[in-house]
């Protein structure tokens, strides 16, 4: 079982940034791919950014050249940067990994969520 807590969310102008985090309750090391996705209210979820252990990266098209995610296995951490976000990127964004997660489809453990409001 790997809980996962996100922290970062909030209310941002347009063009403003954003950094979430995700820890895991404990190692990664073992757990290919870690990402990020999210909700907007009456939509479905979607994947927003997803990496592998050895830094294979994959994107949404909507945020590709504005967001960046990184892990640190170290410290059990996965980092989502967001850049001239959009009023577009409101939503609630989870966490995700578990030992089935790839670059396109999510695994079995969740993030609570982080709410990500942005204002035009």
């Known amino acids: 079982q790997v809980q996962l807590v996100e922290s970062g969310g909030g209310l941002v102008q347009a063009g403003g940034s954003l950094r979430l985090s995700c820890a895991a309750s404990?190692?990664?090391?073992?757990?290919?791919?870690m990402g990020w996705y999210r909700q907007a209210p009456g939509k479905q979820r979607e994947l927003v950014a997803v990496?592998?252990?050895?830094?294979?990266?994959n994107y949404a098209d909507s945020v590709k050249g504005r967001f960046t995610i990184s892990r640190d296995n170290a410290k059990n951490t996965v980092y989502l940067q967001m850049n001239s976000l959009k009023p577009e990127d409101t939503a609630v964004y989870y966490c995700n990994t578990g030992r089935t997660a790839t670059l396109t489809q999510w695994g079995a453990y969740w993030g609570q969520g982080t709410q990500v409001t942005v204002s035009s």
């Open positions: 404990r190692s990664i090391f073992g757990i290919n791919a």
């Open positions: 990496i592998t252990r050895g830094g294979t990266t």
